[in-house]
């Protein structure tokens, strides 16, 4: 038998060496609010918000990245389109590393936020 859940991704966790930078950051590039949560275990995280009860989302985490080009890639929904995302990205002090990528589903481009993480942007087909 193979596993076919709804979804195989379910959470994902991006570390951050400030917290603070970083909540600004993708506050401003994804034009959204993540909640800072202080009471879930030793450290403080910021959720990304969700549109429905058992959403997938994740958090950003006081940790250590991993060095740049090295660690997973995230990809994030842009809240208007590729291009204007990837400018906000940019101004707000990440490094974008592609030109917008096509497939069936939409466009992406790559990029390393404040921290080296690498972020994917992607804009789905209208």
Request: with cysteine; net charge negative; charged share 20%.
């Amino acid at each position: 038998m193979t596993f076919k859940p709804d979804n195989f991704n379910v959470w994902m966790e991006i570390p951050v060496s400030d917290l603070d930078k970083a909540i600004e950051f993708y506050n401003n590039v994804f034009k959204t609010e993540l909640n800072l949560i202080t009471d879930m275990g030793p450290n403080h995280i910021a959720m990304f918000p969700c549109n429905c009860e058992n959403g997938i989302a994740g958090h950003l985490y006081p940790g250590k990245p991993a060095p740049k080009g090295t660690g997973p890639t995230i990809h994030l929904a842009c809240p208007d389109t590729l291009e204007e995302t990837m400018e906000r990205f940019a101004k707000a002090g990440g490094e974008v590393l592609s030109d917008p990528i096509p497939i069936p589903a939409g466009r992406f481009a790559y990029g390393e936020d404040l921290d080296g993480n690498s972020i994917g942007m992607f804009a789905v087909n209208a």
